[in-house]
């Protein structure tokens, strides 16, 4: 991608409604519209329209769209990360990093489904990535591994949110129809071709709700338990 529009070609510039054009606004717009009418609803024409300006003008703030897909991207990110300030316990405060992510995802699940798969090389990412990664840095990890461990933090992360986002973008009909699913055909099998499910089957209910905080939970606890300054303090040496 091209680098970003020059600081100025960005003056805020009033629209043909007097609105103050701006890159914030743009973005705010582009999230409404996604919203309430799924991705397709992304194009110049539409957000001129909704702005009540000429299309053209949105060139001053972003190249294409894909650029506008990056600043949306950063925004859920800079809205989830607002007013986070890590602890003491780097675990903890990993883990409510993940929870923060996904909740921002949850309130945006149509343009989630854009933002997850996206480095945006913005302002609100690079933030973030420097938090997770100084706090696996504080937890005694090598340069190199905090790294790694950090990218396989963050992709469980958001792969498990953008699923739970995904499935809140459904029509209710569908997101009730799954819900039912595991009360219903679920209790109904036959228990010879289908021992196990059988076995558990007054537990399946709970299979609607998903596994967002346990797969981070698990996560968590192997970072913990690979965690240099923990393995120290226990007396446990180095693997290999």
């Known amino acids: 991608m091209s680098s970003r529009v020059p600081q100025d070609r960005r003056r805020r510039r009033p629209t043909r409604s007097g609105v103050l054009l701006s890159e914030d606004l743009i973005v705010q717009t582009a999230l409404r519209l996604i919203g309430e009418h799924g991705p397709e609803a992304l194009s110049v024409r539409r957000l001129g329209a909704a ?3 000429d299309p053209t003008a949105l060139y001053r703030y972003f190249h294409d769209t894909d650029d506008l897909v ?3 991207a950063d925004r859920i990110i800079g809205d989830a990360m607002a007013g986070f300030v890590p602890g003491e316990d780097w675990v903890a405060s990993l883990r ?3 929870l923060r992510v996904r909740a921002g995802y949850l309130a945006h699940p149509r343009a989630a489904a854009m933002a997850a798969h996206r480095v945006t090389r913005r302002r609100s ?4 990535v420097d938090t997770g990664i100084g706090l696996l840095l504080s937890a005694g990890f090598e340069r190199a591994a905090a790294a790694r ?6 992709d469980t992360v958001l792969s498990h949110a953008a699923t739970d ?10 997101r009730e129809a799954d819900h039912r699913a595991w009360r219903d055909v679920y209790q109904d099998l036959d228990p010879v071709a289908y021992p196990a499910l059988t076995a558990v089957r007054r537990e399946l209910p709970g299979m609607a709700d998903g596994s967002f905080e ?9 970072l913990a338990a690979r965690a240099p300054a923990r393995r120290a303090s226990t007396g446990g040496s180095s693997p290999g």
């Open 165 to 174: 986002a995904a499935f809140q973008a459904l029509p209710r009909q569908q």
């Open 70 to 72: 990056l600043a949306i």
């Open 214 to 222: 346990e797969a981070v939970d698990l996560l968590l606890e192997a």
């Open 125 to 128: 990412e690079i933030q973030a």
């Open 96 to 98: 409510e990093m993940a």
């Open 149 to 154: 461990l950090y990218l396989a933090f963050i």
């Open 51 to 53: 702005l009540g300006c």
